[in-house]
């Protein structure tokens, strides 16, 4: 039992680092540009770390399949550790790219992992309330993270925001040493190839999303790599990702149902508070009204492990899908409607409904494969929604920019989260609780 609690203080701690270093820079970047140079590296301080950790989060997932977990999360907290500290000592701006893509690669280990260790320690019925412990890191992270970022600008140097991550590193890899990996790797032939291949695709792909320049050029280079990746991974005898995970149609429906949901709604959040501050609410108000959405998020999610043992998953799902659908509706109705609680109560289902769906989708990418394949599983489950908030956040900049005001902008983003959000709903109907998702809900709930 005390391993178990000093495991979860590790990975929740790794967590929450790693998503906090993802929007840290909002508030400090121009202070930074301004003292190193290099303007034209602006963006790139942010995609850098972005790009490298999306981009191996399934790769990882493998590898933790294929060698277990806890020597592969100590050397993904060690890289984390070292890009931290070259953060704080680059000289240029070009350095602070390369090592935060060095940060990136860390973080991109690390995520995938704490799920899957979080698999291996909880039983579903327990698993809905490890997930709200991490969400709230997330959501502990976007509220705390640009804050503490001016902070340490203001009172110190903005070097300390990459400094104040090594005590947190330490603390997380002696957290995880008496940790004994209840799974036993199975050794095979790594696919590496494959990876590289994986990894150079889908690194043009989201590239697209990041620059303005040459897209069509990436896209397609991306699309050719991946084609070439596909064709491989059906020669290689233990590929990088392996097919029957696709053959299974559950698995399929799920990911396609949550990269669907990111790509309409969940960078939706990330303009709610300009929608307010263009309004006249201050900075801090609109920024508690993400709250709400925590809120929403963490009352499901906590339950969500419990009521997969009583409902099974397609129910669940539907219904956290209709959660985001009613929430959409609200959003594009509330426009018309004096007043702005139509929006705070659009929030609060929001984050409920994905609550609900992430939690029951991420359980069921872990339970619903072979023991085998629960880490390539876990880590395409998150690769497919990163992937969808990845294109969804550019669709929703490109509509905000083309507008000609903040709120017709963010009226327009409106429409668009609820058309996607019915495509979601669609989606999501497409799910079935085939036999043996039955099966193993019968099995967890009568353990």
């Known amino acids: 039992m005390n391993q178990r609690v000093t495991v979860t203080a590790s990975i929740v701690l790794a967590m929450l680092i790693a998503s906090m270093d993802t929007t840290i820079l909002h508030t ?8 190193l140079g ?25 590898l933790a399949d294929l060698f277990g977990r806890k020597r592969l999360f100590v050397v993904g907290v060690l890289i984390f550790l070292l890009g931290s500290v070259l ?14 893509a060095l940060q990136g690669l860390g973080a991109g280990i690390m995520m995938p992992l704490v799920q899957i260790i979080a698999a291996d320690l909880y039983e579903v019925k327990d698993r809905g309330k490890i997930q709200a412990l991490f969400t709230s890191m997330w959501m502990l992270s976007a509220l705390l993270a640009p804050a503490l970022g001016a902070l340490f600008t203001e009172f110190a140097s903005w070097r300390w925001i990459f400094y104040i991550n090594v005590p947190v590193c330490l603390f997380s890899l002696l957290a995880i040493f008496p940790y004994r990996d209840v799974y036993e790797g199975v050794k095979a032939k790594i696919d590496g190839w494959g990876a590289v291949l994986f990894a150079l695709g889908t690194s043009a792909i989201l590239l697209v999303t990041a620059i303005e320049q040459y897209r069509w050029v990436w896209a ?40 669907v949901i ?20 201050s900075v801090l108000m609109s920024g508690l009204a993400l709250v709400f959405m925590s809120g929403g998020w963490m009352t499901l999610s906590v339950q969500s492990g419990k009521w997969i043992l009583r409902f099974g998953y397609r129910p669940l799902l539907l219904f956290g899908n209709g959660l985001l659908l009613a929430a959409a509706s609200l959003l594009f109705i509330g426009q018309w409607i004096p007043g702005y609680w139509f929006l705070f109560l659009a929030l609060i ?25 629960k880490g390539i599983s876990t880590s395409l489950q998150m690769f497919f929604r990163n992937t969808g908030l990845a294109i969804g956040v550019s669709v929703m900049g490109l509509i ?34 085939h036999a043996q998702a039955r099966t193993q809900v019968s099995n967890e709930a009568n353990v």
Not at 87 to 99: E, H, W
């Open 28 to 35: 400090t970047m121009p202070i930074i540009a301004g003292e």
């Open 38 to 62: 290099g303007f034209q590296f602006y963006a790139w301080a942010f995609t850098s770390y972005v790009l490298a950790s999306t981009a191996l989060m399934p790769i990882v997932g493998k």
């Open 87 to 100: 953060c704080g000592v680059s000289g240029t701006m070009a350095q602070l790219v390369i090592f935060r």
């Open 220 to 259: 397609i280079a991306g699309a050719a790599l991946l084609i070439w990746f596909v064709i491989h991974e059906r020669r290689h005898p233990e590929p990088m990702i392996p097919g029957r995970l696709f053959k299974q149609k559950m698995i399929t429906w799920i990911y396609a149902n949550n990269f």
């Open 262 to 281: 990111c790509l309409a709604l969940f960078g939706l959040p990330n303009y709610v508070p300009l929608y307010l501050q263009d309004a006249g609410f």
């Open 349 to 373: 289902v929001l984050g409920a409904g994905f609550g609900l769906t992430f939690t029951v989708s991420i359980i069921g990418a872990q339970q619903l494969v072979e023991a085998g394949d």
């Open 400 to 433: 905000v920019n083309e507008a000609g005001t903040i709120s017709e902008g963010v009226h327009t983003l409106f429409l668009y989260s609820l058309v996607g959000s019915l495509f979601g709903f669609s989606v999501a109907w497409r799910i079935r609780d």
